[in-house]
Every structure is written in C-alpha cells, then in structure tokens.
C-alpha cells in the first residue's frame, strides 16, 4: 500500500520456470496484490506458480490460454486487469527488466501531474540495442503521424494506471498489439489525464525472449496503421 492506496501489480506469464520464484520474491512490499497470467507454457510455470501461491497469501495465479497468432501476451493482460482489485494498476513484464521498485516515485508524479494513466519509457537508455531503438522509434513517427500522439517509447510493457481508467481503455489485442493500443486508447480516452514517465531498464531480460523482433515490428507498423484506418471509418468503440 502507497499511502491509503491499494496497488495491484498484473504481469504476463509464459515460460518463466527458472526464475519465476526469485522474480516474485523480489517484488516490493508495497505491492498489496500480485496478479500472475500464465499463458500457453510449455514448461512448468504454472505449476511453480501454484507452488508459490500456496505460500505467498498476496499471489494470485490465473491461466488464459487464448491465443492471437501463437502469441497471448495481450489475453493474459487483459485477463488480469479485469481480476486486480487494486485502486492503482501496475502492468509490468514478468522477466525482470522494468522497475516495479520505482512505482513510488512515478505515482507521486502521476498524482502531481493530475494523470490517471502513465506509460512508462525507457528511452533513450544505452544499454538497450540499436536494433530496439531504431525499430521504436520508427514505430513512435508513425503513432505521431498518424494519431497526434508523441511517445518516446511506444512499446514499453510497464503500464501505472487508476482502476476507475479499465473501462475507458477497451483492449482487445490479444497478441503483442496490446502495448501500442493500450497506449493509443488511453490517449484518446482519457486526453489529458494521460502521460509517460522516464524509467531506467531495470536489467537485461530472464530468460529467452518470446518474440522474433523483425516480424513483431512489421506486425506492429501494420496494426498501427489498420487501426487509424478503422477509427477513422467508425469501426471502434467510441465511448
């Protein structure tokens, strides 16, 4: 708890076995609730995970085994937020390379700033490759162009919102299209409240990386644009 503030932390699942027990250890105190979604393992995750419930009263360990394309980064998500039960919903990867630990700090900016939803931008950091950069930053021209909205990281996968904000961001995207319309969404749906916040990487990832990065980034620049085009021709939900 931050002051009298409940805090929900949801992070994503898939194939984490070998870390998972020190990464949920090591989550901050103030955290009150930690959501995990597994999704579509091909290890023993879900059963570490149950193991650690048993153990840890503040854990819930949830299963979404919907799929986009192979990919269920977006369901499992979207399966825990519509679980958390926290005031402020924090939204981070389960591999270690956000920093939960600061989610004091950017609260008490969010709440200065008078915003109810913060994306959180690790850039420019030196430590994350060219190729990451080169890609994001593309990506964040082409959400500038096309919807007015200037990100410095438009991918990022660590989200701090107000839970009174959920209805507000109608998520869909099963797959890693969640991170860019969560972003968009909450921009169009809640105008000023939103903003993004600098954040440092953590560390480098635990474990291996789900996603051909090439391919993602195409699928991305395609639904960025498909969206635009969707929104302009009244075929999302309006509020």
């Known amino acids: 708890m931050i002051g009298n503030l409940y805090i929900s932390l949801v992070m994503p699942c898939r194939n984490e076995e ?3 027990g020190n990464t949920i250890k090591s989550v901050p105190d103030f955290f009150d609730e930690i959501v995990l979604v597994e999704n579509r393992s091909t290890d023993d995750t879900y059963r570490v995970a149950k ?3 048993n153990r840890m009263p503040k854990l819930r360990v949830l299963k979404d085994d919907r799929t986009h394309g192979g990919i269920g980064y977006g369901y499992a998500h979207i399966t825990g937020i519509g679980a958390a039960t926290g005031d402020i919903i924090v939204c981070a990867d389960c591999d270690g390379t956000y920093p939960i630990e600061d989610v004091p700090r950017l609260l008490r900016s969010m709440l200065e700033q008078g915003c109810a939803f913060a994306t959180c931008s690790r850039y420019p950091d030196s430590s994350i490759t060219l190729k990451h950069r080169l890609g994001v930053t593309t990506l964040n021209l082409e959400i500038l162009v096309l919807y007015g909205l200037k990100l410095c ?17 109608k998520l869909t995207e099963g797959d ?3 991170s860019p319309q969560i972003k968009i969404n909450a921009h169009k749906h809640c105008g000023e409240l939103f903003c993004e916040l600098p954040v440092r990487q953590a560390r480098g990832r635990l474990g291996q990386t789900k996603q051909s990065y090439w391919r993602t ?12 085009v969707h929104e302009r021709q009244g075929l999302l939900p309006t509020d």
Do not use: Q, T, Y
């Not at 990281?153 to 961001?169: E, N, Q, T």
């Open 18 to 20: 070998a870390h998972l």
């Open 51 to 53: 193991s650690l419930e």
């Open 153 to 169: 990281d438009s991918l990022s996968g660590m989200w701090i919102f107000l839970k009174d904000v959920i209805p507000r961001l």
């Open 176 to 178: 890693w299209n969640l």
């Open 217 to 228: 980034g195409i699928r991305h620049a395609m639904w960025i644009a498909c969206n635009r």
